[in-house]
């Protein structure tokens, strides 16, 4: 494929970041690929590896003169960045991110962002529990979407390139607006994140389950479950933060679901539990249908990235 953008600087080198380094290298997407992370750590890593073309020391000297900006840091970091960055954005160029969470990013980042930049924040459905700049890996976004969420009177030129860049690394591309786009993820992701890190309290408080029991016989649900954990509880926090009102909408209505199941299983309603169950299982059927999973023993995670 073309070059779509001369010069991409990623703000934040974690696994969204560094996979992306290398979909678009992949892809032949970016003439330069600039990367920066806070952590003098990271930085080092990714020069260790040659993740970027350039790993700067600086978030400004990352920004300047880039042609398009991602910012893939946690969301509650997002507007001190914006509001550094601002000021070096030159004309023309696209500023976006892929945070969890899309109406409070466009709240806090769009006031920093000049005249003549184009804002168009995208978030692409894809992850693992791992993070850091080796984690990264260009299938990440095979045939996964990235939802963009540009504004009413976003520029559509820009709005098409940034989409063709997702779709050059492999992703589907759809619309959404962003109140939307946060309740869509609220049912998909962010509330089974929080059962997830739930289940696997309960398991730590339950002290009659001894640490080596709950390690040695984790069948396939509970292990999926800490799988989910594991991923990076900063980013998690502030996805919860920022998205709550969608969230407490979700828990209250899984909560009455929970509660309609512990009745039936109180008063041994086979045949609810069994409609219950029957419903939920094509929804399975339909997420592999739409080829956003596999059949596979696995769930279709690759062993070998343990994705």
């Not at 003439?31 to 020391?57: F, H, M, N, P, W």
């Not at 089974?192 to 640490?211: F, K, N, S």
């Not at 409609?275 to 279709?300: K, L, M, V």
């Amino acid at each position: 494929m073309a070059v779509i953008y001369e010069r991409v600087a990623l703000i934040g080198l974690g696994l969204i970041a560094s996979s992306m380094c290398h979909a678009m290298r992949r892809a032949g997407l970016a003439g330069e690929i600039v990367g920066y992370a806070k952590s003098a750590e990271t930085r080092e890593i990714a020069r260790e590896i040659g993740l970027c073309d350039q790993v700067c020391d600086s978030v400004v000297a990352a920004a300047k003169d880039a042609d398009l900006v991602v910012l893939c840091v946690p969301v509650g970091a997002m507007e001190a960045v914006a509001q550094e960055i601002g000021p070096v954005l030159k004309p023309g160029c696209t500023i976006s991110d892929v945070g969890s969470v899309k109406r409070t990013v466009i709240d806090v980042v769009s006031p920093h962002i000049p005249s003549g930049v184009h804002f168009v924040p995208a978030h692409p459905l894809a992850g693992t529990e791992h993070s850091g700049p080796r984690s990264g890996f260009a299938e990440l976004f095979d045939n996964r979407f990235c939802i963009l969420v540009p504004a009413q009177d976003a520029d559509r030129d820009a709005v098409e390139k940034l989409a063709g860049l997702w779709r050059g690394m492999g992703a589907q591309v759809d619309e959404m607006d962003a109140e939307h786009h946060d309740l869509v993820l609220a049912v998909t992701s962010h509330t089974p994140h929080l059962i997830a890190y739930t289940m696997v309290g309960v398991a730590d408080d339950l002290r009659r389950v001894t640490d080596s029991e709950v390690i040695k016989y984790s069948a396939a649900g509970f292990r999926d479950f800490t799988r989910i954990a594991a991923s990076d509880p900063v980013m998690w926090r502030d996805v919860f933060l920022n998205n709550k009102e969608a969230t407490l909408e979700i828990l209250g209505r899984f909560t009455e679901e929970l509660f309609a199941l512990q009745r039936a299983i109180r008063q041994g309603d086979g045949d609810h539990l069994h409609d219950y169950f029957t419903r939920t299982r094509s929804i399975r059927r339909s997420i592999i249908e739409a080829g956003q999973d596999t059949d596979a023993p696995d769930f279709g995670r690759a062993k070998a990235k343990d994705v």
